[in-house]
Structure formats: structure tokens, C-alpha cells
Nanobody, 117 residues
Framework: QVQLVESGGGMVQAGGSLRLSCAAS????????MGWFRQAFGKEREFVAGISAGGGNKNYADSVKGRFTISRDNAKNTVYLQMNSLKPEDTAVYYCAARVRLEYDTWGQGTQVTVSS
């Protein structure tokens, strides 16, 4: 099983950009489907983006399409989330997650993203 550590969060003004990274330890990272989720204060956790094990298939929440890009480097055991044109409503704790089967069952500790208006 992999262990996940996110980094790259911070505070940015609306319209700015951030790139989140999620470093995985353990074997067989390239066999995991990876995803990014977020949870705003007082709200439920929501899916943001996902990427297949080989990186060829990606999907996004409607709220981030055209602004966020998920990618992965299997040689570095890392998945990324490039976030552009950030909005205050993107403010949340962002989590990296991994799955082999249907459910995401491995989670990182989260990284805070704050977008000021």
C-alpha cells in the first residue's frame, strides 16, 4: 500500500496559480488510479480530478474544468494538480487519494489552499 504526502498549498490572490504535489512512497505507484479531492470548511469532501494509472485518462469536476490540470510522473512516484485562475470558492483543504479498485482507500493528510478576493 502506498503512503501519500501532499505539498504546495498556500495563500494566493484570486486569478493566481498554485501547483500541488503528492509524493507516494511504497511500491507499485504506477498501478494506482490517483485523485485529488477537496473539503471546504463546513462542507463535504468533493472530487476534483482523477487520473488513470498510466496517465492517459483524466477526468475533472465541472467546477474546475479548464482551470485545473492533473498529471503524474510514475518515475517520480508523484501526482500533480496545476491550479490556474483560482477563485475564492476554490479555498479548501486538498487531499490526494489512491485506489486500485472502485473506492479511494488511501489518503494523504491534506494541504490548505486559500484564495483571497
Amino acid at each position: 500500500q502506498v503512503q501519500l504526502v501532499e505539498s504546495g498549498g498556500g495563500m494566493v490572490q484570486a486569478g493566481g496559480s498554485l501547483r500541488l504535489s503528492c509524493a507516494a512512497s511504497g511500491r507499485s505507484f504506477s498501478t494506482y488510479i490517483m485523485g485529488w479531492f477537496r473539503q471546504a470548511f463546513g462542507k463535504e469532501r468533493e472530487f476534483v480530478a482523477g487520473i488513470s494509472a498510466g496517465g492517459g485518462n483524466k477526468n475533472y469536476a465541472d467546477s474546475v474544468k479548464g482551470r485545473f490540470t492533473i498529471s503524474r510522473d510514475n518515475a517520480k512516484n508523484t501526482v500533480y494538480l496545476q491550479m490556474n485562475s483560482l477563485k475564492p470558492e476554490d479555498t479548501a483543504v486538498y487531499y490526494c487519494a489512491a485506489r486500485v479498485r472502485l473506492e479511494y482507500d488511501t489518503w494523504g493528510q491534506g494541504t490548505q489552499v486559500t484564495v483571497s478576493s
